[in-house]
Antibody
């Protein structure tokens, strides 16, 4: 059974960079695509982007100028960096397995709340 | 960007009821649609993909239908564990987008 776990700081200052890591267990990261989805408090879900184990990425155009998703196959991890954050980036951030690059998600991490505040 | 409209936003129902949730899109997506269930404080869980294909392990009381711009999620015989928020998601084009959610609560 594939399991995912997000990790990273729960508090980030405005204008700084949000950095999160997702650790995959119960299976190799070297298959499938892996993605990030976020959910502001009380709101719907927003697709951030995804990465293939080879390093190929696709990003949400609304965030593309600020995000980088990377993968470390040796650690079975992938990561998200979102720079120049504002209060609007406060959200629950989920990592998830993107089923064969189809862009729907069959396994999810529990999520990590990231608050942007000084 | 493909916009999605879910309705209703809130359904009050009782155990044993049949519940139907609608998802309408701003452009046609064939059957590239998924449905998720989310309980408070939990990550979403995939229920169906390809509009009508049940994810492994999902009870058969959940069903989906539709194509193009109109889709429906039906829950037959609502059980206590089904009280949650449901989201549709299109994956026809990037960026994938989600509906606003439909909360199913206890009448």
């Amino acid at each position: 059974q594939v399991q995912l776990q997000e990790s990273g700081p729960g508090l980030v200052k405005p204008s700084e960079t949000l950095s999160l890591t997702c650790t995959v267990s119960g299976g190799s990261i070297s298959t499938y695509y892996w993605g990030w989805v976020r959910q502001p408090p009380g709101k719907t879900l927003e697709w951030i982007g995804h990465i293939y184990y080879s390093g190929s990425t696709n990003y949400n155009p609304s965030l593309k100028s600020r995000i980088t998703i990377s993968v470390d196959t040796s650690k079975n991890q992938f990561s998200l960096r979102l720079n120049s954050v504002t209060a609007a980036d406060t959200a629950l951030y989920y990592c998830a397995r993107d089923y064969w690059g189809s862009n729907y998600f069959d396994y999810w991490g529990p999520g990590i709340l990231v608050t942007v505040s000084s | 960007v493909i916009w999605m409209t879910q309705s209703p936003s809130l359904v009050s129902a009782s155990t044993g009821d049949r519940v139907t949730i609608s998802c309408r899109l701003s452009q046609g997506i064939s059957t590239y649609l998924a449905w998720y269930q989310q309980k408070p404080g939990k990550a979403p869980e995939l229920l169906l993909y390809a509009a009508s294909t049940l994810q492994t392990g999902v009870p058969s009381r959940f069903s989906g239908s539709g194509s193009g711009t109109e889709f429906t999620l039906t829950i037959n015989y609502l059980l206590p564990e089904d009280f949650a928020t449901y989201y549709c998601q299109q994956y026809y084009s990037i960026p994938p987008t989600f509906g606003q959610g439909t909360k199913v609560d206890i009448k």
